[in-house]
């Protein structure tokens, strides 16, 4: 069933009575009832209204991927091509990570809805429909995994950049988050296939808060942010998806080149957790410290009782124990 017609018609956030929509896509009553069950079932709220007829309030912004094009750089297209937007799919990831074992080398794929959309440690990602941001790049690096170290610290700056002009309480949370106002506004999930020293594949998926509706609160672990808050509700996604996407290859750019070097002084600058007492989380391992910032290579600089100590991985969050006196 073909249900983005009758999402077009709605997009506007006006009234539409059933009668009229059926005319204007050629299909009867009865259809569009059952387009309209299709459309809830995505978790999409439609208004029904006796007399006035069916609304999504606030209208909805479809993701165009001829629009988020033709906003793109000359060399983010040259390098990406044309954006592969899904309707709806099981994770971005999992759809770029087949294009490379199809052979592709970069692309992107964007959804308007996630099914299974997932983050660091199996968590699920929430993913309502047409709300905010899910999309996944595929680039290949020639110079083995080694070389990829500090890659989701840039993933965030990336983000951090883009959404500067929007709002200038951006920060990041190692090793690759994007706070607003001390609570998530992004994510960031990596998964590699390739060889130790020689070319691999890396799908870094994004998930960006654009407009999360109030109702998916429930079902969100930690305190979170969207954009759609502190802007009036007024985000345009596709054009916020074309500004991730240029600095997002921008940064790739100089990476793949210069490694996390030249993005250290950048996060620290930028870290939410900088200075604070944090603990480290690996598995059923729990390490507590003072952030003293980041290496050259992205990880973790960790000043603990015994010394300073580098954090390759785990999940940090600040700590609420007292320091050892």
């Given at each position: 069933?073909?249900?983005?017609?009758?999402?077009?018609?709605?997009?506007?956030?006006?009234?539409?009575?059933?009668?009229?929509?059926?005319?204007?896509?050629?299909?009867?009553?009865?259809?569009?009832?059952?387009?309209?069950?299709?459309?809830?079932?995505?978790?999409?709220?439609?208004?029904?209204?006796?007399?006035?007829?069916?609304?999504?309030?606030?209208?909805?912004?479809?993701?165009?991927?001829?629009?988020?094009?033709?906003?793109?750089?000359?060399?983010?297209?040259?390098?990406?091509?044309?954006?592969?937007?899904?309707?709806?799919?099981?994770?971005?990831?999992?759809?770029?990570?087949?294009?490379?074992?199809?052979?592709?080398?970069?692309?992107?794929?964007?959804?308007?809805?996630?099914?299974?959309?997932?983050?660091?440690?199996?968590?699920?990602?929430?993913?309502?429909?047409?709300?905010?941001?899910?999309m996944s790049m595929l680039w290949t690096f020639q110079n083995g995994i080694a070389a990829l170290e500090g890659l989701s610290l840039v993933c965030a700056l990336a983000v951090k950049r883009s959404l500067q002009a929007i709002d200038s309480d951006i920060s990041v949370k190692w090793p690759n988050d994007v706070y607003l106002d001390g609570k998530k506004l992004a994510g960031i999930l990596l998964e590699v296939s390739g060889d130790v020293s020689g070319p691999c594949r890396v799908v870094m998926g994004i998930g960006l808060n654009a407009a999360m509706p109030a109702e998916h609160s429930a079902a969100i672990d930690q305190p979170f942010a969207d954009l759609a808050s502190g802007n009036n509700g007024k985000i345009s996604r596709n054009s916020l998806a074309a500004g991730v996407i240029n600095e997002w290859v921008k940064v790739l750019a100089q990476f793949e080149s210069e490694g996390f070097e030249p993005f250290r002084e950048e996060w620290m600058a930028s870290d939410c957790y900088l200075g604070q007492r944090v603990e480290i989380r690996a598995g059923e391992h729990l390490t507590l410290g003072r952030h003293a910032g980041v290496d050259l290579s992205g990880r973790l600089l960790l000043d603990t009782d015994v010394g300073r100590i580098t954090v390759a991985g785990g999940e940090l969050m600040p700590s609420l124990r007292p320091a050892a006196s």
């Open positions: 069933m073909n249900v983005v017609p009758l999402l077009e018609c709605l997009a506007d956030g006006h009234y539409h009575s059933g009668q009229a929509i059926g005319e204007r896509l050629g299909i009867s009553r009865a259809a569009v009832w059952k387009q309209m069950q299709a459309i809830r079932d995505l978790g999409v709220v439609i208004e029904a209204v006796t007399g006035k007829g069916y609304c999504i309030q606030g209208g909805l912004e479809l993701l165009d991927a001829a629009l988020i094009e033709s906003l793109l750089l000359s060399q983010v297209r040259a390098a990406l091509g044309t954006p592969d937007v899904r309707f709806s799919t099981g994770s971005t990831n999992t759809d770029a990570m087949q294009k490379a074992q199809a052979g592709v080398e970069r692309c992107l794929v964007l959804a308007e809805h996630q099914a299974a959309g997932r983050g660091r440690r199996g968590r699920q990602w929430v993913s309502p429909f047409g709300r905010n941001l899910y």
